[in-house]
């Protein structure tokens, strides 16, 4: 199950849009800069954003609200973990807090990310000798793939997104979001079910 995110971040995203001129109190000489710190990361961060969510706009908004954040506690970071954990941590936490939102209803107002595929979908879609219908339903079954994994519950989704489309290692997510490897299992078994059986009537033709 595991793929690459699900698109790259759109052009819209880069380093001007944040306040990124001020330093954070207490920067240390030799610490990242901001632009430094967006150019290694922003695709990590939207691509979580994204998959999470569904949506672009709500991933736009989450890489802003992460970045926002990992420059204001630049200071704070203690290098216990890789700056990467750390990001990690960030943009999973603000991805559960973000669906907490009484507003936030994800997969039902999705603008264009259910129809524009990443390369590994590329791949799969049937030749130009094939048919259309072919196209569409393998298209439609994407959607409801992404449908489905937003629809889980935060804290079982947040696991599933780690491991199965991000690739972490049960020790890499244990890092991240600071559970047990037993938990994580079981988060990540029901988490599996639960998209299972919210696609158990989902044909999806294999060609």
């Not at 954070?24 to 691509?47: D, I, M």
């Not at 290692?169 to 639960?194: F, P, Q, W």
Request: aromatic share 8%; hydrophobic share 35%; net charge negative.
């Amino acid at each position: 199950m595991q793929t690459q995110a699900f698109m790259s971040p759109p052009s819209s995203l880069n380093p001007m849009v944040f306040d990124s001129e001020i330093e954070p109190p207490g920067r240390v000489a030799g610490t990242p800069s901001f632009e430094e710190l967006f150019t290694s990361y922003h695709s990590l961060v939207y691509g979580i954003g994204l998959k999470f969510t569904g949506n672009q706009e709500d991933a736009e908004d989450i890489t802003q609200e992460v970045f926002t954040k990992v420059w204001r506690s630049l200071r704070d970071f203690n290098y216990n973990s890789s700056l990467k954990t750390w990001i990690y941590r960030i943009s999973l936490n603000t991805c559960i807090d973000y669906s907490r939102k009484p507003w936030k209803k994800y997969g039902q107002h999705n603008t264009g990310s259910d129809n524009a595929l990443d390369q590994s979908e590329q791949d799969r879609l049937p030749s130009d000798e094939e048919s259309a219908e072919s196209k569409l339903l393998l298209k439609e079954a994407v959607a409801q793939v992404r449908k489905a994994i937003t629809a889980l519950r935060p804290h079982l989704k947040a696991v599933l997104v780690l491991k199965d489309l991000e690739g972490l290692s049960y020790n890499e997510i244990s890092s991240v979001l600071g559970l047990s490897l037993g938990t994580i299992s079981s988060r990540l078994n029901r988490a599996r079910k639960s998209l299972q059986a919210a696609l158990s009537g989902l044909a999806i033709e294999e060609t």
